[in-house]
């Protein structure tokens, strides 16, 4: 069966820092991988997705970027983190056309 | 962009009462699926629908597919207080290379 990782589960950083949170996906191979944001428990905004290593659209213009080195590793990075970056991160998977399945989820706290 | 109204927004309901809540969108959709998530974890899914009519039930759940593919409603029966959450309808479009999008939620209260 297929599972979804996130890391870490909790992350505060100064504002400026840089920041890099991981996915990875187990037991499936070429899926679409997905970032999302979530402020205050509702309402999930679409980051970036990704259909295969390397390609990645973004659907949201900001100081946040993302990368996918491997088939089933999808990271999302920012080189100065602002206080507005506070948020739930959540990362899903899909077969081409499919479902999404999430992740558990990073919360990312900036002071 | 296209947007997916949900409603209501939260609910207040006792142990043993039905729920309902439901997704508009001005937009066919070609898929319908609906998460629950708890405080601090990521949505799981509990039903998907791919077909216009489509009725499935998940236990005490229950979702529909709109005929006009515009709308989906999700029914609880007789909730209990595991039922608490946010519960979020989502649409995928035709070609849209599997994205979805999400309606704002409904947050779910239960006293016991």
């Known amino acids: 069966s297929q599972t979804i990782h996130q890391w870490p589960a909790t992350l505060v950083q100064p504002v400026g820092s840089p920041l890099s949170l991981e996915c990875t996906v187990e037991?499936?191979?070429?899926?679409?991988l997905y970032w999302y944001r979530q402020a205050a428990g509702r309402g999930l905004q679409l980051l970036f997705y990704?259909?295969?290593?390397?390609?990645i659209s973004s659907e949201v213009p900001q100081n946040l970027s993302a990368s996918r080195p491997q088939d089933r590793q999808f990271i999302l990075s920012s080189k100065k983190l602002l206080l507005s970056d506070s948020g739930f991160y959540l990362c899903?998977?899909?077969?081409?056309?499919?479902?999404?399945?999430f992740g558990p989820g990073t919360r990312l706290l900036v002071l | 962009g296209q947007q997916l109204n949900q409603s209501p927004q939260s609910m207040f309901i006792q142990e043993g009462e039905d729920v309902s809540m439901n997704c508009t969108s001005s937009?066919?959709?070609?898929?319908w699926l609906w998460y629950k998530q708890e405080p601090g974890e990521g949505p799981v899914l509990l039903i998907a629908l791919y077909k216009a009519g489509e009725l499935t039930s998940n236990g005490r759940l229950t979702a529909q597919f709109g005929i006009t593919r515009k709308d989906s409603f999700l029914n609880i029966s007789a909730s209990i207080p595991s039922d608490v959450g946010i519960y979020f309808c989502?649409?995928?479009?035709?070609?849209?290379?599997?994205?979805?999008?999400f309606g704002k939620g409904t947050k779910l209260s239960v006293k016991p």
């Open positions: 989502a649409g995928q479009l035709s070609g849209s290379q599997g994205n979805l999008i």
């Open positions: 037991g499936t191979s070429n899926p679409n």
């Open positions: 990704s259909v295969g290593i390397g390609q």
């Open positions: 937009s066919i959709f070609n898929t």
């Open positions: 899903a998977w899909s077969a081409p056309f499919g479902t999404q399945y």
